[in-house]
């Protein structure tokens, strides 16, 4: 028996010597070729593209590791058939052909962040994942072809921020048929230049996109594209666009067709340029004529479009604004667009008075919203809102001499108080509620 225990403990003890000590090892960004195409797959880990001093495109990670690229590499995210958490991708400068944000075909991603300032993207911007990239030669992928919401490929959020650079095509969601269940994009910065934006994917499902842009050259916009897409909203707030789509562009190529099903879709434009406006088509090309008259929503300011062709539109759902301009002393001027023809109605003054008083401090008075900065022309709810109009607050204090506190609320500086903050929150939270107006869209 003693035997037995010693030779099974110096087994033991050998193996100690003989098995090799494992190491986890940490995802790094890989390079790889499928289908004959380049890839760099980040796996998940934080990059960033640029270019060196020698003008090559590199990607940099970890602490200041680099890899450097062809021109035609389309960067990924996440990784190839296989789950990420999150991925992070930051463009400064550069080319390369595609960026795409979550994994490549069979993967998940939670969430997929992409922020672009420089550099020239000659492909695609795909904020979800990659169903389809990479053809059929040499590659035994098979493409996923089933049930939009059912996609292997998925994303769950995008962030996607372009803020400078040249961009051939931007997608929100995935390519291919793919699922993407969240996205949010915005663009900002003059020096951005994006020849097609669409709010969703290239193909399969978008659940919901949210699209802001506020500054940056776009030759075309579209909410869809192909598959199907739940909800758009997009706030053009500045920036040029040549030719915007409410719903897609219902064009129809040798390879494509813009088809894609829009369930919701409101587009609201209260800056910037857009030179010509299009209700665009649903479920459908345009050859067949399937405008997206029940589902498309487009709420402006006519002073920035210039050529709205309102073919299509329902009359309910084509909604002109003004501008609405509002003062409290000693803060700067804030704006709101309104549709022409709102009122306000005693629930929107009484919600707009209780948030106010919440605001001030004790020894001040609310007296009301005003047409002039005299505070003579009082607003009421018979006025209606049809042309631009300033608006003033009237707040008084009570007392010369309020006494010391401890309490700021008690004591503020005039700007401390910021009524234009909370008129804003009241604005733009209660529509439906505050303004007596038709439109569905706001009940």
């Known amino acids: 028996m003693k035997k037995k225990i010693l030779f099974g403990l110096c087994m033991f003890i050998a193996t100690l010597f003989i098995l090799p000590t494992v190491k986890a090892a940490e995802n790094v960004p890989t390079k790889d070729t499928i289908g ?46 296989a789950d990420v958490t999150s991925t992070n991708i930051k463009m400064i400068g550069g080319t390369v052909k595609n960026i795409v944000g979550g994994g490549l075909h069979q993967s998940t991603v939670k969430t997929a962040d992409i922020t672009i ?24 992928h098979t493409w996923y072809n089933g049930d939009y919401q059912n996609s292997t490929t998925v994303v769950e959020k995008v962030i996607l921020k372009i803020e400078g ?41 978008t659940g919901s996109s949210i699209v802001t842009i506020e500054d940056g050259t776009i030759a075309e916009y579209a909410s869809a594209n192909r598959g199907e897409v739940n909800s758009v909203e997009t706030n053009i707030e500045g920036g040029t666009i040549t030719t915007l789509y409410v719903g897609t562009d219902g064009k129809e190529g040798s390879t494509w067709q813009d088809d894609g099903k829009i369930n919701d879709v409101n587009v609201y434009v209260s800056g910037g340029k857009v030179k ?62 309104l549709p022409i023809g709102t009122k306000f109605n005693d629930e929107a003054f009484k919600m707009i008075e209780e948030a106010i008083l919440e605001a001030i401090p004790q020894d001040y008075t609310y007296e009301g919203l005003f047409l002039d900065s005299a505070y003579t022309n009082k607003l009421d709810n018979e006025y209606t809102f049809t042309n631009p109009v300033d608006v003033y ?51």
């Open 36 to 81: 004959g195409k380049n890839f760099l797959f980040a796996n998940g880990v934080p990059i960033v593209i640029s270019a060196n001093d020698e003008g090559k495109t590199i990607v940099t990670y970890g602490d200041n590791q680099t890899i450097e690229l062809e021109e035609d590499t389309t960067v990924v995210g996440g990784s190839h058939a």
């Open 117 to 140: 300032t420089g550099g020239t993207v000659t492909g695609q911007v795909v904020g979800g994942g990659a169903a389809s990239f990479s053809g059929t030669e040499g590659d035994s």
């Open 165 to 205: 650079g040249s961009i051939n095509t931007v997608y929100g969601g995935g390519e291919g048929i793919s699922n993407t269940h969240e996205v949010e994009l915005t663009v900002t910065g003059e020096d951005t230049n994006i020849a097609w934006l669409c709010a969703a994917g290239s193909n399969g499902y």
């Open 276 to 337: 010509n406006a299009y209700i665009g088509y649903n479920d459908g090309l345009a050859k067949d004529n399937k405008l997206a008259t029940d589902v498309g929503m487009l709420m402006y300011n006519p002073a920035f479009i210039e050529n709205l062709d309102k073919t299509g539109f329902n009359e309910s759902y084509l909604i002109e604004t003004i501008t609405v301009t509002f003062h409290a002393e000693g803060e700067e001027p804030l704006s709101f667009e």
């Open 393 to 443: 607050i009237k707040v008084v204090q009570a007392r010369e001499a309020p006494t010391a506190s401890d309490n700021p609320k008690d004591n503020p500086e005039t700007a401390d108080i910021n009524l234009l903050l909370v008129l804003g929150i009241i604005l733009a939270g209660s529509v439906g509620l505050a303004y007596t107006i038709k439109l569905r869209k706001f009940n």
